[in-house]
T-cell receptor
Framework: QQQVKQSPQSLIVQKGGISIINCAYE??????FPWYQQFPGKGPALLIA?????SEKKEGRFTISFNKSAKQFSLHIMDSQPGDSATYFC????????????FGTGTRLKVLA | GAGVSQTPSNKVTEKGKYVELRCDPI?????LYWYRQSLGQGPEFLIY????????DSGLPNDRFFAVRPEGSVSTLKIQRTERGDSAVYLC??????????????FGQGTRLTVV
């Protein structure tokens, strides 16, 4: 029940295309859903996060879509650029209690120039 | 410092040895987390500190792993009798837990531990 399932494992997109990464969770106590971007040799860095009181959040080229009833959320990267090539992790947490993040297994994105 | 700092960045140790990994969180951050990331995997939760106390250590894999945060700032992850399976990147993160609950967690660059 603590798992967060992420797909696909890897993704190749042409420059200018849309990258879509999906995550699903089971624990209905989760109420904070961040996406992290990680470059090789670096720690994860927060991209964008959403709480379940909204169905969508957009920041620049990055959008999270959230479906509370389906317990799914996704990251959309519009106008994907080669500099977006990285590994992306979804995560889930609660805003009460121990606040620990449960991470997905990651999606390795490659954007072709 | 401006971000979460972890030292050393790389550590190679022999099987059976003891290692300590250090984390300097962002100043003023009350919450501190340790995660372990194996190759090709997402970060796996180990332990969470709120202030000086371990609020949740449910992710520590066994009693060879121990972490402290004696003054509510710097934390040390200690691994006894290291095994080859302990090889991974150990990530530390900190966040400011305010009245509204969780805020963004900032990660360090990690310590790559290799047990030979």
């Amino acid at each position: 029940q603590q798992q967060v399932k992420q797909s696909p494992q890897s993704l190749i997109v042409q420059k200018g295309g849309i990258s879509i990464i999906n995550c699903a969770y089971e624990n209905t106590a989760f109420d904070y859903f961040p996406w992290y971007q990680q470059f090789p040799g670096k720690g994860p860095a927060l991209l964008i996060a959403i709480r379940p009181d909204v169905s969508e959040k957009k920041e620049g080229r990055f959008t999270i879509s959230f479906n509370k009833s389906a317990k799914q959320f996704s990251l959309h990267i519009m106008d994907s650029q080669p500099g977006d090539s990285a590994t992306y992790f979804c995560a889930a947490s609660t805003t009460s209690g121990t606040y620990k993040y449960i991470f997905g297994t990651g999606t390795r994105l490659k954007v072709l120039a | 410092g401006a971000g979460v700092s972890q030292t050393p960045s790389n550590k190679v140790t022999e099987k059976g040895k003891y290692v300590e990994l250090r984390c300097d969180p962002i100043s003023g951050h009350t919450a501190l987390y340790w995660y372990r990331q194996s190759l090709g995997q997402g970060p796996e939760f180990l332990i969470y500190f709120q202030g000086t106390g371990a609020a949740d250590d449910s992710g520590l894999p066994n009693d060879r792993f121990f972490a402290v945060r004696p003054e509510g700032s710097v934390s040390t992850l200690k691994i006894q009798r290291t095994e080859r399976g302990d090889s991974a990147v150990y990530l530390c993160a900190s966040s400011l837990v305010g009245g509204s609950g969780l805020t963004e967690a900032f990660f360090g660059q990690g310590t790559r531990l290799t047990v030979v």
